[in-house]
């Protein structure tokens, strides 16, 4: 079992930036690590993502803004936001998915608010 736990959310303006980070309980090495996000009446996305080779993917909404990134030795992986707007406005939930497997582990959420 692998425990998620996310820090640095919170209020920004719009043009601002934030890094959420997600620290894991054990080693992410084997992992897909990915940030999604849930605002308020609508379904849960994903954001970004970082396989074990460091490949990534972006949504289209954060590419160029957003960039994630992952530190194995500290078991953590990271989400660097720049100029944040409204819309990014959710709770953001950190995801590990082990690689040839099932196992597939949620944070608890952190809220990140962008607004004047």
């Known amino acids: 079992q692998v425990q998620l736990v996310e820090s640095g959310g919170g209020l920004v303006q719009p043009g601002g930036s934030l890094r959420l980070s997600c620290a894991a309980s054990g080693s992410i090495r084997l992992y897909t690590m990915g940030w999604y996000r849930q605002a308020p009446a609508k379904q849960r996305e994903l954001v970004a993502r970082?396989?074990?080779?460091?490949?990534?993917n972006y949504t289209d909404s954060v590419k160029g803004r957003f960039t994630i990134s992952r530190d194995v030795a500290k078991n953590t992986t990271y989400l660097q936001m720049n100029n944040l707007k409204p819309e990014d406005t959710a709770v953001y939930y950190c995801n590990a998915k082990r690689i040839l497997g099932k196992d597939n582990y949620w944070g608890q959420g952190i809220q990140v608010t962008v607004s004047s």
């Open positions: 970082i396989a074990p080779g460091s490949l990534t």
